[in-house]
């Protein structure tokens, strides 16, 4: 339901803008949102292993990079 709703924004936003730069935008504000959830989830599971943590910064700092592209277009 919850990524029918979302797919659903996704539609109205780009019928009203379709540009490249609000494309991008979107994209920035849903990609930093992702950061912002796996950052409290790492910061809330101090007992997980290393491997896990690890795996979550390697997910941060790759996303951190998509951003950096994803700005080009702004």
């Known amino acids: 339901m919850e ?3 979302l797919w659903g924004s ?7 803008d379709s540009s490249e730069q609000h494309i991008a935008e979107m994209m920035i504000n849903g990609t930093t ?3 912002v959830d796996m950052t409290k989830k790492l910061n809330d599971l101090g007992d997980a292993d290393s491997e ?7 997910f941060i700092g790759s996303e951190e990079k998509h951003i950096e ?3 080009k277009h702004l």
Do not use: F, H
């Not at 996704?10 to 009203?16: D, G």
């Not at 896990?52 to 390697?58: G, S, V």
């Open 10 to 16: 996704i539609q109205m936003n780009t019928l009203l």
């Open 52 to 58: 896990t943590r690890k795996l979550a910064r390697e």
């Open 69 to 71: 592209e994803l700005k």
């Open 33 to 35: 949102m992702g950061i």
């Open 3 to 5: 990524q029918t709703m």
